[in-house]
């Protein structure tokens, strides 16, 4: 155990000059490196640490999947729609794209940035993302409207290889007319769902 502690701790202070790091002041100016520099903050015992200004997952390795695929439903003044979303999120920063229809006349389509919240050692996975896009709008005549939405994602650390298979989203997207509340639920779930609506109507 203390060969590990000690390799750790060496790593660790390799990694911290290597990428310049920020350090962190001591009442006594005395900052030390330790076994517990990994720990989501830079004091152990009363005793500061070197404190990555980079995402731990960059040195630890990312323990989550990287696909995130959802069904979607989409929620507002005009009634319920239903989608798709896909994130790609390799170790913290990823792309989402997604694409939803409502009452066969309005269209969103729109894509963005999904960012990792969560550290390496956490069980849960958690993601912001946020999109432009948007709105094909073709009730009386075609109108296109731009949209933003923002959101965040609960993921499930375990997958089928790097695929998520059980995930929750929410968020909110508005097209600058109209507010509508966005939710998505990863491909186990909404399984789940489809096959309680179809038992339902038997």
């Known amino acids: 155990m203390k060969k590990i502690l000690f390799a750790l701790t060496l790593l660790l202070t390799t990694a911290a000059y290597a ?9 006594n100016d005395t900052i030390e490196t330790g076994p517990y520099a990994y720990f989501d903050t830079a004091e152990y015992e009363g005793k500061m640490f070197f404190k990555p200004r980079r995402n731990p997952i960059y040195y630890f390795g990312n323990p ?24 790609y999120i390799p170790e913290v920063w990823g792309f989402n794209v997604s694409a939803t229809l409502l009452n066969s006349s309005f269209y969103w389509v729109s894509g963005g940035v999904a960012y990792r919240l969560s550290k390496p050692w956490t069980y849960f996975d958690w993601h912001l993302y946020s999109n432009i896009g948007m709105n094909y709008d073709n009730q009386s005549k075609p109108v296109i409207y731009p949209t933003l939405e923002a959101g965040v994602r609960l993921a499930s650390p375990d997958g089928s290889g790097k695929f998520c298979m059980t995930s929750a989203s929410v968020g909110v997207l508005t097209d600058f007319h109209s507010v509508y509340v966005t939710m998505g639920f990863g491909i186990s779930i909404t399984a789940v769902v489809a096959m309680l609506l179809l038992l339902g109507n038997f």
Not at 19 to 27: A, E, F, K, V, W
Not at 64 to 85: D, K, Q, T, W, Y
Request: glycine share 18%.
């Open 19 to 27: 990428q310049t790091d920020s350090i962190r002041s001591h009442p």
């Open 64 to 87: 989550f999947c990287e696909h995130f695929a959802e069904g979607r439903l989409i929620i507002g003044p005009e009634g319920i729609g239903l989608g798709g979303v896909y994130s």
